[in-house]
């Protein structure tokens, strides 16, 4: 994804130059590490070891943690008001009803649910990165660098391990290319449309991720469908209308 990212860059004429110096590269490190390497890390390790649909509303943390937080990282453009505070609780009680029941109907595990939160932690404060990425470079050049080096650093720990892929079939290509394509527009965009509009704005509209998620794993990956994925998915959407509904 980052290589494709850059060839786009590079065919649209972007500036490469890093105005920051070492400072920027120091940022791009560490933005890979947040946005990419852990990112994934802790979210296919904890997808291993939860439901699809568990996984895609735990992840809706990521909407809230980041609309906090903008608040208090840009107070000019991010202003924090009872909307706001009470769209966030909603979401957080939406994320809390997902561990009503037990293990039966899938109770909260550190491996599963744990890595999940951990990864939505870091996409809120790669969120909070992004907006000062056009400070030192480009950002679609940022992102096409970030990806490419948090995906070697993912890459490195992984082989180390004893990491192989054991059987290459034509679908498992197709499927691969299609989350490549996914990476590429879905980070490209994101981070574009984060650099350059109020964060809590943008990052409000991923509640969309986690009520698809969950329908769509239940769907297509034949899993059962709890009471407590429509709650808190209700509870998540009833969140991001009540922030969005925010007087400016």
């Not at 940022?27 to 699809?52: D, E, M, Q, R, V």
């Not at 490419?148 to 082989?159: E, S």
């Not at 034949?222 to 969005?244: C, D, H, R, V």
Request: glycine share 12%; with cysteine.
């Amino acid at each position: 994804s980052g290589l494709i990212i850059l060839a786009m860059a590079k065919g649209a004429h972007r500036s490469f130059v890093m105005s920051t110096g070492v400072r920027g590269w120091a940022f791009i490190l560490i933005f890979a590490l947040l946005n990419t390497s852990i990112h994934y890390a802790c979210f296919y390790i904890g997808l291993s070891h939860s439901a699809g649909s568990r996984a895609a509303i735990l992840n809706s943390l990521s909407v809230f943690t980041l609309v906090i937080l903008a608040c208090v990282a840009y107070p000019s453009t991010d202003r924090l008001n009872a909307s706001k505070v009470v769209g966030c609780g909603l979401g957080f009680v939406g994320i809390l009803a997902l561990n009503i029941g037990g293990a039966d109907s899938g109770g909260f595990t550190w491996l599963g649910d744990g890595m999940i939160i951990g990864n939505a932690l870091c996409s809120a404060a790669a969120g909070l990165m992004t907006r000062k990425m056009n400070r030192h470079i480009d950002v679609f050049v940022g992102t096409g660098y970030s990806l490419l080096v948090g995906g070697i650093l993912l890459a490195i720990p992984g082989l180390a391990i004893g990491g192989t892929v054991p059987m290459v079939t034509a679908w498992g290509i197709v499927i691969l290319l299609l989350l490549i394509a996914i990476s590429t527009v879905a980070f490209g965009l994101y981070n574009k449309l984060l650099s350059c509009n109020p964060v809590g704005k943008v990052a409000i509209f991923n509640s969309l991720i986690p009520v698809i998620g969950a329908v769509s794993s239940c769907i297509c990956l034949g899993e059962p469908f709890y009471w407590k994925y429509a709650f808190a998915a209700i509870l998540a959407a009833a969140g991001i209308y009540t922030i969005n509904q925010a007087k400016k």
